[in-house]
T-cell receptor, first 115, second 112 residues
């Protein structure tokens, strides 16, 4: 149980285009999901907290207009990187909080490369 | 803001040996999470510890939380190649299981 999936696992896009990443909790409902970014050989950096049915809460320094988050249902949150640039290339990981135990489960990540 | 310091940053051990990874917080730990990550992959949930000197074990991995010292340790007994990876501790800085802040990770290598 407690499986979180992400799609796609890898994506390459051109500068100026937008990319959508999906995060799904497969066997539990998650009122709260989190989006992280990880640079090579570094730890995770929280980007935003996604709450079902309400606006996401962004961390300081994260552009909300660039990283659009939508938590449309109790099992799905999406992150859209708008007008992507090469500096947006990174490993994006989502997590979902299991409401009963507060355990957080992570997806397998999405590697974004912007050319 | 809460900061987590992991030690050591990297560790190389012989297969079959025991090892310990530490995670020290600058502030009170309301919840401490341990994850394992392989490069380029997601995080695998290992254990979550809450206040009060809690200790949990799963297979050959034991994690302890010492609230007074604001520290948690992860101990692996009789290490195996499958234990290799990056171990991350994450903390819930405010309670209520919201966002997590992470340590910088410990890279574990197991030599056969």
């Amino acid at each position: 149980g407690a499986v979180v999936s992400q799609h796609p696992s890898r994506v390459i896009c051109k500068s100026g285009t937008s990319v959508k990443i999906e995060c799904r909790s497969l066997d539990f409902q998650a009122t709260t999901m989190f989006w992280y970014r990880q640079f090579p050989k570094q730890s995770l950096m929280l980007m935003a907290t996604s709450n079902e049915g309400s606006k996401a809460t962004y961390e300081q320094g994260v552009e909300k207009d660039k990283f659009l988050i939508n938590h449309a249902s109790l099992t799905l949150s999406t992150l859209t990187v708008t007008s992507a640039h090469p500096e947006d290339s990174s490993f994006y990981i989502c997590s979902a909080r299991f409401h009963r135990t507060y355990e957080q489960y992570f997806g397998p990540g999405t590697r974004l490369t912007v050319t | 803001s809460q900061e987590l310091e992991q030690s050591p940053q990297s560790l190389i051990v012989q297969e079959g040996k025991n090892l310990t990874i530490n995670c020290t917080s600058s502030k009170t730990l309301y919840g401490l999470y341990w994850y394992k990550q392989k490069y380029g992959e997601g995080l695998i949930f290992l254990m979550m510890l809450q206040k009060g000197g809690e200790e949990k074990s799963h297979e050959k991995i034991t994690a302890k939380l010492d609230e007074k010292k604001q520290q948690s340790s992860l101990h692996i007994t009789a290490s195996q190649p499958s234990h290799a990876g990056i171990y991350l501790c994450g903390a819930d800085p405010h309670g209520g299981a919201q966002k997590l802040v992470f340590g910088q990770g410990t890279r574990l290598t197991i030599n056969p």
